[in-house]
């Protein structure tokens, strides 16, 4: 069975000496925990020193994006080498707020999930749909299209590695998750889209829910069929927190 899978971005926060005594009181809080995957995904800056206090725990270390090339003249971007050297082990790509921001396209997500598992990097896909999107009932096409595009030319083996996380624009930062039914529903969905294209790989693929998880509405997400953890935003920037979510049951 899939394993759970609760993974915090931290997008712009955190100073260094921030970011090490955050996680420094989680190994406390959830060092002992072995049936859930934990990752903590941290500003470039925030990943050498953090490896540090990761070496040697359950809590596994991701960048929150990265360039599809492996070096060059690529001024302020930072290479799946550079990852790999500082520890990282996943890495997050697609994030609504790079491709709302930034630009950044299908196209390019594609590239950055080729080149992550081509160097062992576990890609974090972020898929999901606007409200305006949702209002014209576009969700499903949405997130089938944003997650085949990102797959496009991937090797079945490697899609085990890939975790797709769902997460509504709308539900991001606004303290308003999508219903637990509603999240499971468009979830179960993408893992029919999935099991279509890949076959039976997609029930091995961990399908995140992400959007103002907190640590009271965790369980519940916890509880459906087909959500198997969370990318968790503003309630993985504090220690007793995200340690919460982690402990879900
Ligand atoms: O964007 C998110 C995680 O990637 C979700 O952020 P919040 O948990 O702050 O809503």
Request: aromatic share 6%; net charge negative.
């Amino acid at each position: 069975m899939r394993q759970p899978f609760i993974a915090g971005n931290w997008k712009m926060h955190k100073t260094n000496q921030e970011a090490v005594e955050m996680v420094e009181e989680l190994v406390d809080l959830v060092g002992d925990i072995g049936d859930v995957d934990i990752a903590i995904c941290a500003p470039a800056t925030a990943l050498a020193p953090l490896s540090e206090v990761t070496a040697g725990t359950n809590i596994a270390l991701g960048a929150e994006d990265m360039h599809w090339e492996e070096e060059g003249a690529y001024t302020g971007e930072i290479s799946p080498l550079m990852l790999k050297d500082v520890g990282c082990e996943y890495v997050i790509l697609g994030h609504s707020e790079r491709r709302d921001y930034f630009g950044e396209t299908d196209e390019d997500v594609n590239k950055k999930v080729q080149t992550a598992l081509k160097h062992s990097l576990k890609p974090i896909i972020c898929v999901g749909e606007s409200l305006a999107q949702r209002e014209a009932e576009g969700t499903k096409d949405v997130v089938k299209n944003q997650v085949l595009a990102a797959l496009d030319g991937v090797n079945i083996d490697d899609l085990k590695v890939i975790t797709i996380a769902y997460e509504p624009l709308w539900a991001i930062g606004t303290g308003k998750s999508a219903s637990t039914k509603e999240a499971n529903e468009v979830i179960k969905y993408i893992r029919n889209v999935l099991r279509n294209e890949f076959g039976k790989v997609a029930d091995s693929m961990r399908i995140q829910y992400g959007g103002s998880v907190k640590p009271h509405n965790i369980s519940e997400f916890m509880a459906t069929s087909d959500i198997d953890g969370a990318l968790v935003g503003s309630a993985s920037l504090e220690a007793q927190s995200f340690a919460d979510i982690v402990k879900f049951e």
